[in-house]
């Protein structure tokens, strides 16, 4: 039976022209290749907080964020490239598959490399891994400009800016360790600045509603290394010292506020943001900063747990502010991206309010069950705001239209 007479279900090329998906597809959803992609980088996003965990709880915490910083910043990166990539030219055929298995082997080589990272601020094996997969990305884009004549122009500029950033990658190995900050600081900018260059020519065929649905997918994986992170960390302190009274109030506090971080993200308006060409690069990239504190904000939790055990050498202010800081960012990044002038009171005032709260609570003795309570109070106003405003007339809602931005 020749391939063609297949069901479409288990057809499958070697390789079909890369044309650009349709943007308007019904019911586009994540695929299992980038699902399982998703799970690869699960493993380097968890390697990443265990080591920043480790220098926290023995002191050592600018190195652990630095560290953090360049290795976070590859794993999302990366992450995201394939991403709208994908959601625009995901053919499926043998030659992108094989070439989204080449992405995934070089997050797991860049995941083997964090620890070296962290401890040595040997970034050899990471920047190796992160050169893999930012090169089979290129290959695809050049597969792009053989085959899209509508976006040719756009995809050469991705293969030549992607590969011109992987050899300053590869040229900065070269500069004593000291060094790695300063390469970061110039070659992270030109990483962002290609796709907007390159989308200028033409913009590619990515699906917004895709886009989305996948940026919410990794919401839940850095949640979930949050959750991770805090249980191994109640499991090792409660094995054998019986001080299941001084995590109480831990426990209960990281997860309201874990859930209120979720309930936050989740009750957002993408359609306004994917719609404007500026609104897109913000919104993607301020997710760096999304993510990030909200994979933060699991170590804070861990060290936490380490210093209410004994376990931990910071001193507790410093633990506050572990916890605080990562939650006062996530709250400020999601209300640059979202928030308004025209907004109700809540909106534009509730998360500055609610953030300055939280940092103050560092300072308190119960920083983590502080924190959880404000979030909480935050998404109850919030969930009050959505009633009242369901209660209004249609013509009546403009100021206050319910369950659109995070406030």
Same mark, same amino acid.
Do not use: H
């Given at each position: 039976m020749s391939q063609e007479s297949l069901p479409g279900s288990v057809r499958l090329r070697l390789a079909v022209p890369m044309v650009g998906r349709d943007p308007e597809e019904d019911h586009r959803a994540a695929t299992p290749l980038e699902l399982f992609?998703? #799970?690869?980088?699960v493993v380097a996003v968890a390697f990443a907080s265990e080591r920043l965990h480790h220098s926290l709880v023995v002191d050592e915490v600018v190195d652990g964020v630095i560290a953090l910083i360049l290795v976070f910043f590859a794993i999302w990166w990366a992450w995201v490239n394939f991403t709208w &990539? %994908? %959601?625009?030219?995901?053919?499926d055929d043998v030659t992108?598959?094989?070439?989204?298995?080449?992405?995934?082997?070089?997050?797991?080589i860049l995941a083997a490399g964090v620890p070296r990272a962290f401890d040595e601020r040997d970034f050899d094996v990471a920047t190796l891994g992160y050169v893999v997969m930012r090169l089979a990305l290129v290959t695809q884009w050049i597969r792009v400009a053989m085959t899209d004549t509508q976006r040719r122009v756009t995809a050469r500029r991705f293969a030549v800016g992607v590969a011109a950033c992987q050899v300053g990658w590869v040229a900065a190995l070269l500069?004593?360790?000291?060094?790695?900050?300063?390469?970061?600081?110039? =070659?992270?900018?030109?990483?962002l600045l290609v796709p907007a260059w390159a989308e200028s020519a033409s913009r590619t065929t990515w699906h917004e509603g895709h886009i989305a649905e996948r940026y919410g997918l990794f919401m839940i994986i850095v949640l979930g290394e949050s959750v991770l992170a805090a249980s191994l960390a109640i499991r090792s302190a409660t094995e054998g010292d019986g001080l299941i009274g001084e995590l109480i109030p831990i426990i209960v506090g990281g997860l309201l506020a874990l859930f209120s971080m979720w309930w936050i993200y989740f009750d957002?308006?993408?359609e306004r943001l994917l719609a404007s060409e500026r609104g897109v690069f913000i919104w993607s990239y301020a997710h760096l900063f999304v993510f990030g504190s909200v994979a933060t904000f699991g170590t804070g939790l861990a060290a936490s747990i380490d210093g209410a055990t004994g376990h931990s050498e910071l001193g507790q202010t410093a633990t506050g502010l572990a916890v605080g800081i990562p939650v006062v960012i996530y709250l400020l990044s999601l209300y640059a991206v979202y928030v308004r002038p025209g907004d %109700?009171?809540?909106?534009? &005032?509730?998360?500055?309010?609610?953030?300055? =709260?939280? #940092? =103050?609570? %560092?300072?308190?003795?119960?920083?983590?069950? =502080?924190?959880?309570l404000l979030l909480t109070a935050l998404v109850v106003?919030?969930?009050?705001?959505?009633i009242r405003g369901e209660g209004l007339a249609p013509n009546q809602r403009d100021s206050v239209e319910p369950g659109k931005l995070p406030s």
């Open positions: 992609f998703d #799970l690869i980088f &990539f %994908s %959601s625009a030219y995901d053919t992108y598959r094989i070439f989204v298995f080449v992405t995934m082997t070089g997050a797991l500069l004593p360790g000291d060094w790695w900050v300063a390469a970061f600081v110039v =070659l992270a900018p030109a990483e957002r308006p993408e %109700s009171l809540l909106r534009r &005032f509730g998360i500055p309010v609610t953030a300055m =709260l939280i #940092l =103050l609570t %560092s300072f308190t003795t119960q920083p983590v069950l =502080l924190t959880g106003a919030k969930e009050i705001e959505r």
